[in-house]
């Protein structure tokens, strides 16, 4: 990320912090104008109808996604129709302080003819709405996609034993272990963990969908060790048992 996007990052963080101290719930008036306007803006996004952004947002408006920061001009410019339907908001949920409102709200994604299912398919937005001059106007939106648990493969014995053992990095060790069709794993000084393979040699702990064990193999087939792999970094654990 370069320095302005830190920067505006830092804004939407210093903004989400001031909108949660000592916040009430809203007016209810104020909770139906708010998703109103959100359901506006969310067919809008697909109807590439820039005007209704510009009308309904600040002069400094950001959107932030997957680490991403847009400006609103950047964001308007992006805009255009491409025939699919709006986000469905289904639950909503507001607090204010003074004339600055932080809503929640988590969406379903239709279904898309011809396309996968997205019956697991959900977004989290938060966002700020600030009272300028009389009129309710959002000036921050950070987008998160609920990630959920991939679908887990079915092993047998001949599949699981070859990761169990010792692993290795700096003082810290790891242990993986089969309890019949079952796998744990231990880092010295913690409580172990389930693991769960999604695919050969790729495994994953239930509800903790930042990283990947990757198991790492010789030329000969024969485990040698594995990455700790998350969204930004690598970690190798090697194998100290063989």
């Not at 089969?178 to 880092?187: A, T, V």
Request: hydrophobic fraction near 35%; aromatic fraction near 6%; charge should be neutral.
């Amino acid at each position: 990320m370069n320095r302005g996007s830190r920067k505006s990052l830092a804004l939407c963080i210093a903004l989400t912090s001031a909108a949660h101290a000592q916040s009430l719930p809203p007016d209810p008036q104020i909770v139906r104008t708010l998703r109103h306007n959100d359901e506006l803006l969310l067919e809008a996004v697909h109807r590439g109808d820039r005007e209704t952004w510009r009308r309904l947002t600040t002069s400094d408006f950001m959107y932030v996604e997957e680490g991403h920061v847009l400006r609103r001009a950047e964001f308007l410019s992006e805009l255009a129709e491409d025939g699919y339907e709006a986000l469905i908001i289904v639950d909503y949920e507001a607090q204010q302080i003074g004339d600055t409102v932080q809503v929640f709200h988590r969406d379903d994604v239709p279904q898309r003819p011809g396309k996968q299912s997205t019956k697991d398919s959900h977004l989290l937005m938060t966002e700020t709405w600030q009272r300028v001059d009389g009129e309710w106007r959002l000036r921050l939106v950070h987008t998160d996609r609920i990630r959920r648990n991939p679908p887990a493969i079915a092993l047998n014995p001949q599949d699981i034993d070859p990761w169990v053992g010792t692993y290795r990095n700096g003082d810290a060790t790891y242990r993986i272990k089969r309890h019949g069709l079952k796998i744990s794993g231990q880092r010295s000084g913690k409580q172990p963990e389930i693991l769960e393979a999604e695919a050969r040699d790729v495994l994953f702990q239930p509800d903790n969908l930042y990283v990947r064990k990757v198991l790492q193999r010789d030329a000969g087939g024969k485990v040698t060790g594995f990455v700790d792999r998350d969204e930004n970094s690598d970690r190798l654990w090697t194998r100290v048992d063989r």
